[in-house]
């Protein structure tokens, strides 16, 4: 899958921001840099849960997460959420009709989402 964004890669400083580009220039560890970007920009759902699992103790989590909406990524897993047509969503969904028990899990996950977003935008002082 190439995940190229008018001519960048999503690892370059251009696309992943400022603080992604500062903690490497530390030699902090990032997950974001151990494994291959196309993980963090998958249209497996299963591949997207696996890179949110992998932000979970990135020391730039917050950093990157307040990046990536100031930014209005398009799509892709920044800061251990996953962005999709430019907005944070729960879950991506598989390809194909949603079942029918599936929704009620989906809509109970969005609010979920929107809870913890308000409480993490509060503390980064972002707006959403």
């Known amino acids: 899958m190439n995940s190229e964004v008018n001519g960048l890669t999503p690892s370059s400083p251009a696309v992943a921001g400022k603080a992604v580009a500062a903690a490497a220039e530390t030699g902090a560890e990032l997950p974001c840099h151990s494994y291959d970007a196309d993980l963090w920009f998958s249209e497996r759902p299963t591949e997207l849960e696996f890179a949110k699992s992998l932000c979970a103790d990135c020391p730039i989590k917050v950093a990157c997460l307040a990046g990536a909406l100031e930014r209005r990524e398009p799509w892709g897993v920044w800061g251990g959420e996953?962005?999709?047509?430019?907005?944070?969503?729960?879950?991506?969904?598989?390809?194909?009709?949603?079942?029918?028990?599936?929704?009620?899990?989906?809509?109970?996950?969005?609010?979920?989402?929107?809870?913890?977003?308000?409480?993490?935008?509060?503390?980064?002082?972002?707006?959403?």
């Open 82 to 128: 996953i962005f999709e047509q430019g907005v944070m969503v729960a879950r991506k969904r598989p390809r194909g009709r949603p079942r029918k028990n599936a929704i009620a899990a989906e809509e109970a996950a969005q609010a979920d989402l929107e809870e913890r977003s308000a409480k993490l935008f509060d503390t980064v002082g972002v707006k959403a």
